[in-house]
């Protein structure tokens, strides 16, 4: 469903991603788990389009993502972000119909009776039926993100890639919008492609997980193989992420 293929992604000299090859099978909740920095969100990036690799080759249902294909990649994936992406000024039914736009041709933005349908399911099925027409920045951190949730269903999406979902959020509300996305993977068979930071979390959601330290995959297995070494391995890496010799860390924040 996707391959990461010798993957590497350099910011000025920071060697961000160092050559991370893995692939996903269509039906798996995958989760990324690595320290801050690791490269987690550059890695998810990578796999819509919206960082290009420096080398290396990802591949979304056999197409390889070029900068020519992304309006056709990306009707299939859904992305969720960490700080929601949601417009403060619209009620929840218009963020998520905004969804529906990637699906529609460049000269035809209006929606249909069809569009606000299927947007008044996907608020449903995440459980926000009673605010669809309430201002999202009226809404909780949890709302916020299930408004999120929603607009990337809207698309009926084939993967979800879900940037550190739960990162801004209490545990409580954290496990509630994790196992939302369970479900979704569950019962719709929709592929989770999900960076974490907690080793709890990864262990309770993940069919599988790849760890990342410094840009470059220490493990992949089963939530039953992370054992103490293997964490070691991923949050014991003496620099978050990998520079180019004689570099002094000067390019990485951008
Ligand atoms: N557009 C950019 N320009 C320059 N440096 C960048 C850019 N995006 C990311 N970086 C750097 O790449 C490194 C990895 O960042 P990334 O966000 O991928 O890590 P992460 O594992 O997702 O971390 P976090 O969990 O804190 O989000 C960091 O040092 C970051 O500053």
Same mark, same amino acid.
């Given at each position: 469903m996707i391959r990461f293929e010798n993957v590497q992604k350099q910011f000025g000299r920071a060697k961000v991603l160092q050559g991370v090859t893995f692939a996903v099978k269509a039906g798996e909740f995958l989760v990324i788990l690595g320290p801050s920095g690791a490269g987690k969100s550059t890695l998810l990036r990578c796999a819509n389009g919206l960082v290009p690799p420096s080398d290396g080759t990802v591949y979304v249902n056999g197409m390889q993502v070029t900068r020519h294909n992304l309006h056709t990649l990306r009707k299939d994936i859904g992305f969720i972000f960490q700080h929601y992406n949601? /417009?403060? @000024? &619209?009620n929840v039914m218009n963020n998520v119909l905004i969804g529906t736009l990637g699906r529609k041709s460049y000269w035809n933005f209006s929606f249909r009776r069809e569009d606000r349908q299927a947007a008044e399911q996907a608020i449903a099925q995440v459980g926000l039926a009673d605010k669809a027409f309430v201002r999202a920045d009226k809404l909780s951190g949890g709302q916020k993100q299930r408004v999120g949730i929603a607009r990337a269903l809207v698309q009926e999406p084939k993967v979800i890639l879900a940037d550190?979902? /739960?990162? @801004? &959020?209490d545990p409580v509300i954290g496990l509630e919008i994790l196992s939302l996305l369970q479900t979704i993977n569950e019962t719709m068979g929709t592929t989770i492609i999900c960076n974490l930071h907690h080793v709890e979390y990864a262990r309770r959601f993940g069919h599988r997980i790849i760890g990342i330290s410094g840009g470059r995959t220490v493990f992949d297995g089963k939530p039953a193989e992370l054992d103490e070494k293997q964490l070691a391995a991923i949050y014991a890496a003496p620099k978050p992420c990998g520079e180019a010799e004689g570099s002094s860390n000067t390019a990485a924040n951008g």
């Open positions: 949601i /417009v403060g @000024n &619209l550190e979902p /739960v990162s @801004n &959020l």
